[in-house]
C-alpha cells in the first residue's frame, strides 16, 4: 500500500501536479520551465575538501 | 552525554545566554578612569595583538594621532619614534572588555561610553564617533582630526554624561537592545547602516540633554554633531553587542564564536569554549565600490572591532534586513538575501528578538558555530568601509569581507588539544 | 595583457590576451559555456575559453591557441583564457567575464542555494532530477529519500558502492531511482533531462539506456503511439552487482499503472543472474504484453504469449505497433522501413562514388545506445570493429581520439565529458573529430546520430553544417555521410526541419539508426547477399 502512495507521487494528470526539485545543470531547471511544470532548482557546489584531521574531529564533535 | 550532546548543549546556553542579555547605556568617562586594566602610556586598538612594525597604515595613523593627542608627543615623527622604541603599550580593546570601529584606537583620556548587561552583570565599552571623512579611525591625524576629538572630549563628552546621569536616575539606563531591534525592522543592519538607529538614539536622549540645562550653544553643537554623523549609533551598538557576546563566552564545550576583529594585518577570532585564546590569520582585503579616484590597489586588509556586531547576530548577518545598504556594497537585493540566507547554515539559530521584516520576520542568524562553518565551507560574511591603506587619507569605499576558513580550523584543533580528542 | 611579465611562460597567437586560474572556483559547465559565448560576442575579442581546469578543457586550451608550460590548473579551478585584438577588447572582455561569473547567467526564478533550504521550502516534491558529479551524488540522494522523494539520477560516473547504498535505501523506502547514468526519465508527456516531446499514450517502457529510449518514444509517437511512462534506470541496473533492482520496481510500477497497456524494456544485456531475475520477474508478474530488447543479445524463445523478444530498437518500434493494432503496424512500417532491395540499390548508388582505397566506416555518436546498436549490426556485416564503448566481437579502441579502420566512437564516454557539457549540448568536440575523420583517405563512411529535445542543441545538424559543407566540397574526394535524427516534430528543433536540413546538405537520411547503421555496412561490407539478407531478416525485419 505504501510502495503505491510514495511512487504514486509520479502520476500527473490535470489535478494531480507534479513537483520536480532540480539539482545540478540549470539547463535542466529551464527546460522543465518551458514545459510548464512546477520545479525549483538547487545551485549545487561541491562541499568543502578538508584535511583529514580536521574531518576526523569533526566527524567526533558533530 | 556524548561530546556531540555536550556540545550541544554548550552551545544552546552559549546562545540562549547571547540573545537574553540585556544592554543599557549606563555612563561614560574617560578611558583612564572607566576601564578596568587602562593604564598611562597605554593604547589600545582594534583586532588581535600587533606590533608597531607589523601594523598598516590606517592603524599607525591612528596610534600617531592618539600619541600626539595625549600629548606623549609633539610631532607625527616624535610619535612615531615613541612608538618603535615600544614605549607605549598596545593593547586589543577585547582584552579590556572594550570595542572600537576601524583602527579602534582608544587612548587614556579619550571619552568612552559604558555599556552594562544588568542580566549576566557583565561591562563593556566602546569610544565616541567622530563622524566620517577625515577621523582618526581611518588613520588621518591631522589638525582637524585632534581638533575634533579635543571638542568630543570638552564638549559632547560632558554633554552625553549630563544626559546619561539622568537616564539612569530615572530609568536605570538607556535600552540599546530595544533600539537595535527596532531600527532591524527600519532598515538598518546595525553595522554600516544606522540612520534609523542614530535617529531613535537622539530621539531617546534628546529630552535628557534639554533636562541637564547645558549652554544653548553647547547644545545646538552637540545635536548638530550627532545629527550629522548617521554612525553615532554604531559604537553604541558595537558594546551592545560586546555584552551580548560577553554572556555567551567562556562556556565550557561551547564552538560558538564570541569575537571576531581584525586590526588592518590580521583577523582574530574567539571561541566560547576556549576563553581568550586568539586565533589568527591574514586579513583579507575587502571588496566593493570606491569612492571616484580610488580603487582596489588603494584598500587596506581589514580592520574593526565592528564584526562584534555579526558576531552578536546583527550588521552583516542581517543584511537582508538593509536593503539600501546593498548598493553601497555594490551588490544586488538578491545578493543579501542570498548572503543572509547562507549565514542561517553556519549560526546555531534564528534570534528570539532581532527580526528581519523582509524574510517574513525571521530571526536574524547568531551564534556562528566553528563546526558548521569547517563543514559547510561557508565563511562568515560582513560588510564594513574599506580604508586606505596610507595613514591620513581615510575611508575610500565599502564593501563586503569573509573571515578566513583556516581560523576555523586553527580553533578546532585547539579545541580537540585543549578538550582530548583523539 | 601585451608583454606583461606572466609565469605561466605562455606562448599565444593571439596580439592582446590573458589567462588566469581562479582556483577552486566551481561553476557548472553550461553556465561557462554560456559565459564564455556572451564573452566572445565581445567585439574585439578573438577567442575565449572559460572552463574548469580539466584534462580535456587543457587540451582544448592547447588547441585553441593558447599554449602553455606548467600551468597549474586542477579540475577545481577555473581556466578564464581570453584572445583579442586591442588592449581595449581584452579589458572589456575580461570585465564582461568577471561580471558573468559574479552575477551569473540567465534570470534567477525559484532558484535555491543550497537543498535543506530548498526542501524546507518545498514539502511536496514528487521527483528529484539530480546532474552533479558522480561522486557527491551518494548524500544528496540519500537525504532525498529519506524524505521519500522520487529520485532521477542523470549523474553517471557514480561508484558503484554508492549506487548498491543509494537502490537499497530506496527500496526500504519504497522510492523509485531512475539511474544513476539515466539520460531520460518522461513522465507522461514531462521531460526530465534529454528527452524528446511525446504524446501521451498507453506504452510504458523501461530503459536502461536513455538514447534507446528518446528513439523508441520518438518514433512511436510520430505514429501518432503514445507514452504513459518511460523510466530510465541507468546503464548499471542490470548488472549483478545492483541485480536489476529499479529495472523490477520499475516494471512492477508500470504493470500497476491503469493508463499503461502495452510495455516494453530496452536494455543491453544484462549480466547472466540478472537476466534470470528480470526475466522470472517478467514471466511470473506481467500480465500486459511485453516487448523485450536485449540490445545485442542472442536470439531468444518466448516462454508466454505477451512476451515478445526482439534485438534492434527498431525492431522494437515496429513489433510495439504490431502489438498496439494493424493499421499502426502499416503506418509503422511505411515510415520507417526500407525494403532489403532498396538498401541494397541504394548502397550501390553510394559505393560508386567512392574510390577503391575507401573501405572503412566512422561512426561518431553522442548516443550510447546508438553506438551499440550500430556495433550490433555492423558485427555481422564488417571485420576490423572497434570501438570505445565495445560489445562482444567488436575490439576496443585503445586511444578514443585515435580511430583505426572500423570505428564507432561514443562521445558521451567519460573520457570526453569529463569537465565539458555532454556532446548533445555541445558539438565542439564531434564537429572537429568529424573534420579529422573526413581527412582519411581510406574512410568511405562516417555515421552520425542527431537528438533533438529538451535538454539538447538548440540546432544540432546547424550546428554542424559548415563541417559537412566543407567535406562535401572538398576536394580530397568523397565520403559518404550518413545520419539519422532521433525527434519528435513537437520538440523545440523540429525533426522535419532538421531532416531536411542534412538532406540539402547532401547528408543520407535514414529513417531509424538500425537501418543508418545497416547501410553503412552494406557499403563497405564483403559478405555474401544471403550473409546480408541473414542479418537483415535477424535484426531489421520483424
Known sequence: MSMDKRIHKLKVNDKNELNILNIGLEIFYNDLRKQGVNAIHVAWKPPVKLEKDIEDILSKVM | MSLAEEIEKANETAVNRMMEAQALWVDIGEARKIIPGFKDMMLTHAGPPITWNKASGPLRGALIGAAILE????????????????????????????????????????????????????????????????????????????????????????????????????????????????????????????????????????????????????????????????????????????????????????????????????????????????????????????????SQNDANPDIGDSAITETAGFGGFAMAAAPAIISWVGGTVDYALEITNKMYQITHTKHRYFKIPYLSFQGTPVGIDIRKVLKTGIEPTLNTGIAHKEPGVGQIGAGIVSIPMDLFKQALRKYAEVYGIT | MRGEKSSLKIRVRYPYYTVNVKKGYYMDSIQLLKISE?????????????????????????????????????????????????????????????????????????????????????????????????????????????????????????????????????????????????????????????????????????????????????????????????????????????????????????????????????????????????????????????????????ARESAKGNVYFTYTLHQTILKIAKVISENKYVEARNKYLLSF?????????????????????????????????????????????????????????????????????????????????????DPTIRVNRLLEEANYDDVAVILMDFVLGYGSHDDPVGAHADAIKHIMESSKGKKVIIAHVCGTSEDPQNVVEQVNKLRSLGVIVMPTNALAAFLAGLIVTNKSIEKLKYVYDGLIEV
Request: glycine share 10%; charged share 20%; net charge negative.
Open chain 2, 71 to 294: 600629548g606623549w608627543a609633539n610631532s607625527p615623527d616624535e610619535a612615531i619614534k615613541l612608538l618603535e622604541r615600544g614605549e607605549i603599550v598596545l593593547k586589543p580593546n577585547h582584552e579590556l572588555n572594550a570595542v572600537g570601529p576601524m583602527a579602534g584606537v582608544i587612548s587614556p583620556s579619550m571619552p568612552v561610553i559604558v555599556v552594562k548587561d544588568p542580566k549576566y552583570g557583565n561591562y563593556a565599552y566602546s569610544n565616541l564617533n567622530e563622524g566620517i571623512g577625515k577621523v582618526l579611525r581611518y588613520g588621518a591625524y591631522d589638525k582637524s582630526v585632534l581638533d575634533r576629538l579635543k571638542w568630543m572630549h570638552d564638549e559632547l563628552y560632558p554633554a552625553l554624561k549630563a544626559a546619561v546621569d539622568l537616564i539612569v536616575k530615572e530609568k536605570g539606563g538607556l535600552d540599546l537592545k530595544s533600539i537595535i531591534a527596532q531600527a532591524l525592522n527600519m532598515g538598518d543592519e546595525c553595522h554600516n547602516r544606522h540612520m534609523a538607529a542614530t535617529s531613535l538614539f537622539i530621539n531617546e536622549v534628546m529630552e535628557y540633554l534639554i533636562k541637564a540645562d547645558l549652554p544653548k550653544d553647547q547644545l545646538l553643537r552637540v545635536l548638530s554633531f550627532m545629527k550629522n554623523n548617521t554612525f553615532t549609533f554604531l559604537n553604541f551598538a558595537m558594546a551592545a553587542a560586546k555584552v551580548f557576546t560577553l554572556a555567551g563566552h567562556n562556556i565550557k564545550y561551547s564552538t560558538i564564536v564570541t569575537v571576531m576583529s581584525r586590526n588592518g594585518t590580521e583577523v582574530g577570532i574567539w571561541v566560547s569554549g576556549l576563553g581568550n585564546t586568539w586565533f589568527t590569520a591574514p586579513a583579507p582585503i575587502p571588496k566593493g565600490v570606491f569612492f571616484p579616484g580610488f
Open chain 3, 38 to 298: 556572451e564573452v566572445k560576442k565581445v567585439p574585439g575579442v578573438l577567442e575565449a575559453l572559460i572552463a574548469m581546469g580539466t584534462d580535456t578543457n587543457k587540451e582544448l586550451l592547447k588547441m585553441l591557441g593558447f599554449s602553455y608550460e606548467d600551468l597549474n590548473v586542477t579540475p577545481n579551478d577555473l581556466i578564464i583564457a581570453i584572445g583579442a585584438e586591442s588592449e581595449d577588447a581584452l579589458k572589456n572582455a575580461v570585465n564582461t567575464a568577471e561580471r558573468l561569473l559574479e552575477e551569473g547567467i540567465g534570470e534567477t526564478r525559484e532558484y535555491y542555494a543550497d537543498l535543506d533550504t530548498a526542501l524546507s521550502k518545498n514539502p511536496d516534491i514528487s521527483i528529484a532530477l539530480i546532474s552533479i558529479p558522480g561522486q557527491y551524488v551518494k548524500d544528496v540522494a540519500m537525504k532525498l529519500i529519506d524524505r521519500g522523494i522520487n529520485l532521477h539520477i542523470f549523474s553517471d560516473n557514480v561508484p558503484i558502492n554508492d549506487e548498491i547504498e543509494i537502490k537499497k535505501r530506496a527500496l526500504e523506502k519504497n522510492v523509485l531511482v531512475l539511474g544513476p547514468g539515466a539520460g531520460t526519465v518522461i513522465i507522461k508527456g514531462v521531460g526530465l533531462g534529454f528527452a524528446d516531446k511525446v504524446n501521451v499514450g498507453s506504452v510504458g517502457i523501461v530503459a536502461a539506456s536513455g538514447t534507446g529510449l528518446q528513439e523508441v518514444s520518438s518514433l512511436l509517437s510520430e505514429i501518432g503511439i503514445g507514452i504513459s511512462y518511460g523510466l530510465g534506470v541507468g546503464g548499471n541496473d542490470v548488472k549483478n552487482a545492483i541485480g536489476g533492482i529499479m529495472t523490477i520496481k520499475a516494471l512492477e510500477f508500470l504493470q500497476n499503472d491503469d493508463d499503461t497497456k502495452v510495455l516494453a524494456l530496452i536494455s543491453k544485456v544484462p549480466d547472466r543472474e540478472t537476466e534470470e531475475k528480470i526475466l522470472n520477474y517478467i514471466y511470473n508478474n506481467v500480465s500486459k504484453p511485453i516487448i523485450i530488447n536485449f540490445l545485442g543479445g542472442h
Open chain 3, 341 to 425: 532491395d532498396e538498401l541494397i540499390r541504394l548502397a550501390d548508388e553510394l559505393k560508386r562514388e567512392l574510390s577503391s582505397s575507401q573501405r572503412f566506416v566512422r561512426g561518431l555518436f553522442t548516443g550510447g545506445s546508438f553506438v551499440n546498436e550500430t556495433l550490433v549490426i555492423l558485427r555481422e556485416l564488417v571485420n576490423d570493429l572497434y570501438s570505445n564503448a565495445p560489445i562482444e566481437g567488436v575490439a576496443e579502441l585503445k586511444n578514443p581520439f585515435k580511430s583505426i579502420a572500423n570505428s564507432i566512437i561514443d562521445l558521451g564516454d567519460e573520457v570526453f565529458t569529463r569537465g565539458r557539457p555532454h556532446p548533445m549540448i
